[in-house]
């Protein structure tokens, strides 16, 4: 602040320097004009006196100029805000209070909870109690770790228990498939039309043409049978040049007879055969039948408690639902490791497409047969060139245990793996080859090793047996995940040609995924009097 003088003395000007853009770089605040010859004192002494009760508004304006200057606040609110405390002698604590809250969070997350601390069931008792028991700020941050910490055991509980139920859920047949099994299965017995021949005999011939385009489906799943066959013809665009091969269990074969002989596909051809009716299928042949059979572990292994033993805090959900799914049953079932055995099986068959019966045909596969394989034995997608982790970035380590040293001395973690489910094999390359004795050596290593080379089922030892065998096709043929991946994108699934539901979320269960099942269910008669009376209904 300056006081002016005219030169002739007849005013004063009292005046602030500040940051604002006038020329002279001065605001004038207030301009006394003082008489033109003679001042009183008395004038004097009131001049003094009005200067001395305008200077700390002069004071307060000269800081507000300046803050608004440097920190940008243009408000006498904002003046007060900043100046208040520090002009009552109060300063700003927040900063010292954020420290010390600081401080006790780290004794509290380094210290031990209180053995009798009594923690409130919601935040409406933490807040009571606070008020009741007048805690103080470390007790506080103890009852919110401890509260934390119980919900997070509780919700992880709650997670592999409902990992259980839905392993429990996929490995049950659900009442309405088992009860149209029972029912196709009475109808055999005493309707003369369930029983009729499949194929006609004039249509024998086809069943070992190589002309034909052959696919061979292995299940005991009636319902999901037709779904893969329906699907198949209803997509081709040549259906009287199909010739499906589905195999079936002794259980269930005179059902699935019943079915086809009852809804004919025509004009594709349909050949039911039982396990049973290949004299091949032996335990001499098979060794994978006598270990099912004999070995305990291995039966305790896929059907006892798969929590017992297991330390569920030392896992994630993630990796507790693969240990889970490679626990299936469905994995000892010969039915799904008959297709190792398909060159013997089908001895006049020199190329065939191999599907599993969670799959729907969308689009014609007549091109399948065009496709050189290279002097390859296997057509396969491979699943280690997505960017998807869940479905399509699998290599040999997601599989295998590389701690073993077999497998790490003869493996590469890195090598690419591929897809069962649909598969083109070339039949009269594969029996040059020695696939099926590689199979059985490291199926008996893994065993005597008490299942620690590998634990799910048979890709693994299918990706050994086939190694430098298999021809990469394109992916859009084969569409993996629709069983484990709420997320699907849709319009791929709409442009693959065969669209794959592995994993526990088949369509045919209540846990399916429900925008994934209406591409199934399509392909499902629900006006079938077997299905109506079964209580098999479209959701």
């Not at 000269?62 to 803050?67: C, S």
């Not at 604590?93 to 780290?106: A, C, E, Q």
């Not at 037709?226 to 005179?254: C, G, M, N, R, W």
Request: with cysteine.
């Amino acid at each position: 602040m300056q006081l002016h003088f005219s030169p002739s003395m007849r005013s004063i000007t009292i005046s602030s320097s500040s940051n604002s853009n006038n020329n002279n770089g001065f605001i004038d605040l207030m301009k006394i004009k003082v008489a033109a010859r003679h001042i009183s004192y008395r004038t004097l002494f009131h001049t003094i006196l009005i200067l001395a009760f305008l200077l700390p508004f002069v004071f307060i304006l000269t800081a507000l100029v300046t803050l608004e200057g440097v920190n940008n606040c243009s408000s006498f609110d904002c003046l007060g805000r900043r100046l208040g405390p520090r002009l009552l002698g109060r300063a700003d604590d927040s900063g010292r209070l954020v420290r010390d809250f600081y401080k006790i969070l780290n004794e509290v997350k380094a210290g031990e909870i209180p053995p009798d601390l009594q923690l409130p069931d919601s935040f409406d008792q933490l807040v009571s109690d606070m008020k009741n028991n007048q805690y103080d700020a470390k007790t506080f941050a103890f009852m919110l770790r401890g509260m934390m910490e119980k919900h997070e055991r509780e919700i992880r509980e709650s997670k592999f228990a409902e990992l259980m139920n839905k392993h429990f859920a996929a490995s049950s047949i659900p009442k309405g498939i088992h009860c149209l099994s029972l029912r196709l299965t009475d109808e055999y017995s005493s309707n003369a039309h369930a029983r009729k021949q499949l194929p006609p005999p004039e249509l024998l011939p086809l069943l070992s043409d190589n002309s034909y385009h052959h696919f061979i489906l292995s299940t005991d799943n009636i319902l999901a049978a037709s779904v893969v066959v329906a699907s198949t013809v209803q997509s081709s665009l040549k259906p009287e040049k199909i010739v499906f091969h589905v195999i079936t269990d002794k259980k269930t074969y005179a059902g699935m007879h019943s079915w086809f002989a009852l809804n004919p596909v025509t004009p594709a051809v349909v050949e039911i055969k039982s396990i049973h009716q290949f004299d091949w299928l032996t335990r001499e042949n098979v060794p994978v039948l006598e270990a099912v059979e004999n070995q305990n572990g291995i039966r305790n292994y896929y059907h006892g408690n798969h929590i017992a033993g297991a330390n569920l805090s030392d896992i994630s959900p993630r990796k507790f639902a693969s240990k889970l799914q490679a626990r299936s049953p469905k994995y000892i079932s010969l039915l799904n490791h008959l297709r190792i055995y398909l060159p013997e099986l089908f001895p006049n068959l020199d190329k065939v497409v191999f599907l599993d019966d969670d799959v729907v045909i969308q689009r014609d596969l007549s091109p399948l047969w065009e496709i050189d394989l290279e002097g390859k034995v296997n057509g396969a997608v491979e699943t280690c060139r997505g960017e998807d982790e869940w479905v399509m970035s699998k290599h040999f380590r997601n599989y295998f245990n590389f701690s073993h040293p077999l497998i790490a001395r003869n493996l590469d973690p890195d090598e690419c793996a591929w897809a069962y489910g649909m598969n083109i094999f070339d039949l009269h390359a594969w029996r040059r080859t020695n696939i099926r004795e590689i199979y059985h050596s490291w199926l008996k290593e893994n065993l005597k090793s008490n299942l620690t080379m590998w634990k799910l089922g048979t890709l693994p030892p299918a990706l050994i047996a086939f190694k430098g065998l298999v021809h990469p096709i394109d992916p859009s043929w084969h569409m993996l995940g629709l069983g484990y991946q709420n997320n699907t994108n849709i319009e791929s699934v709409k442009k693959a040609a065969v669209i794959h539901y592995n994993g526990q979320s088949k369509p045919w269960l209540q846990i399916g995924f429900e925008h994934l099942r209406p591409f199934w269910t399509k392909y499902v008669n629900y006006s079938n009097d077997f299905l109506r009376n079964c209580h098999i209904l479209e959701a």
